[in-house]
C-alpha cells in the first residue's frame, strides 16, 4: 500500500502539536491537519486569555488595596480596550515560540477539516476544495466544545462561550455565568474584579465538586465578599428576553426566582469533540466521554491513536501534552508506552489559588485504608503576612505511617508550590521528610515544613512513644 505520510495528526492545539513533533523527532514523516488556528484552545480561548485576563484583575486588586501597602496612587481605573490589547500581545508572543519550534520540525501542516474516506485515508476539505491523504497512523487530536444545557429558550436566545468572552468590544455591565466549575470560578472573579456584576448559578451543592468542600467554602466567601453573587442547587428552568437583557428563571429549594444580566455565560462542561469525522469507517470506537483508548493511548483502530480533550481524560493543557509524548512515540516505535498519572495535578488560578495534587482523601481511603489529614495555614508564615496574602491553607493527605498520597492547597501562588507535593507523592516521600528539609525563609514553601513539624509533634504525643521516652529517661537517670 502507498502512503503519503507515516502519521496524520488531526487538530493542532496542544495534543497535536506535540504529538506531532514527537513523531517527527523520532524519524516519522508526519502531516498536522487544522480546521481553525493552529494553537489550539488553550492559545485562542482557554489557558492563555484567562490567565492573561486574571493577572490584569489581580494588578486591580493590588491598586485597590495600595494604601495598605503605603503606596497612594491618583484615580486608577480599568481600561478593558488596553486589556484586550496586551492580551494580543501575550497571545503573539507565545503563539511565536509555538510557530518556530514546529516550524524547526519536518511536519506538513495543511489546513482544512478532516475526515475518514477509509481506514487510511482522510479527506481534507480547506479553501481550496478538497483533497485527500493516505497515511500509515493516526493521531487524533480534535479537543472539546462546550456543553450546551438543554435549557428551554438558550438557544434562542444566544450565549457566550469562553471564546465570545475574551473577544467583547466593550467590558460587559453584567454576566451571569451558567455553572460553577475552575473556569467559572475564574472568569466570574476576573469580571467581578473589573467591576462587572457577576452571578453564577450552579447546580450542585458546591463550587468545584473535584475539590475538598473546606477549600471550596474557603473560595466561595472570597468570592461572595468580592461581590459576587453564588447560587448551589440551582436549577435552571429556562431563560428568556428581557428587553435589552436576558433572563435566567432557576430554582433554589423548590423555590423559584429570577435574575437578569446583559450576558449569559455557558461553563456547564465539555464534550469531546469529533464531529463529521466518519470514525466509524475507521473503526474508531467512543462513547459521550470521549475516544476509547487503552493505557497505550490506542484506540479500537489498532492504526489509530488519541490524546488530549477529545479522549475525555484529564481536560487540561498539561495533561494533553503528556498524553501526546506517549501517543507520539508509539505511533512511530514499537515501544508501547503507558500513560501514567501518578504525578497530575491541576490548578485553578483564582485569588487565592486552589492546587490539587495526587489522590482525594476518598481516593486515597480506597487504596490505603485510614487515611491523616494535616493542615497548615498561610497566616502562620512569615512571608504570607509580609506580601498581605495570608489568607488560605493547605491539606496534606497521608497515609497512617505518613507517607504523602495527595493534597490540595488554596494559597496565594498554590500553583507554584504543588511541584514540591508532585515530587513528594512521586517518591513516596513521608511528611516527616519535610521537617528534616531546610526551606529557605521567608517563602510560602515552608508551609510544607510547618506541615513536617506538625506531623512529628503528633508523632510525639502518641501514647507508645511518650511511654518509650519516658522509659528513656528513667534509664538515663538511672546509669548516670
Ligand atoms: C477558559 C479556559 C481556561 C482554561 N485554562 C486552563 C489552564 O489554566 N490550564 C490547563 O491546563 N488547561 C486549561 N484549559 C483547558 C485546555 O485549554 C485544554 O485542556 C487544552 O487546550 C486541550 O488541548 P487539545 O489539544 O486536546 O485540544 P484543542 O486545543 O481544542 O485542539 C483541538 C484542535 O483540533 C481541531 N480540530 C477538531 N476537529 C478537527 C477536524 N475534523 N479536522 C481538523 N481539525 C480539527 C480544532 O480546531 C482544534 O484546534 C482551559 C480551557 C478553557 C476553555
Redesign the pocket.
Known sequence: MQFDFDVAV???????LVSSVVADSLGAKVAL?????V????LW???V???TLLRSAKVWEIVKRSEEFGVHVEKPKVVWSAIRLRLADVRDEIRKGEREELGKSGVTQIA????FLDGHTLEITGKNGPQQIRARKFIL????SPVVPDVEGLKEIGFLT?EGLFERPNLPKSLIFIGGGP?AC??AQAFGRFGTRVVMLQKAEQLMPREEKVVVEHLLQILRAEGIMVHLNAEISRVEEAGERKRVVFSVDGVEQSLEAGEIVLAAGKQP??D??NLNVAGVQFNEKGLIVDEKLQTSARHIWA????TGEH??????EHAAKIAGANAVLPVGLKVDWKTLN??T?TDPEIAHIGQSPEEARREWGEIETLRADFKTLDRAIIEGEASGFALIFTTKSGRIVGAQIIGSGAGELAPVVVAAVRDGALIQEWAETIFAYPTMSEIFHKAGNEAYRVQLDSPVVKTGLGLWHRLEQKFS
Open positions: 488531526v487538530g493542532a492545539g496542544t495534543a497535536g491537519i487544522e480546521r481553525d488556528k494553537g489550539g484552545e488553550c480561548r482557554g489557558c486569555p484567562s490567565k482544512g477539516n478532516a475526515s487530536a480534535t479537543g472539546s469562553y473556569l475564574e472568569m469533540r469529533f463529521g469525522m490524546c488530549g480533550d477529545c481536560l487540561f493543557t498539561h495533561a494533553a491541576w490548578v488560578y
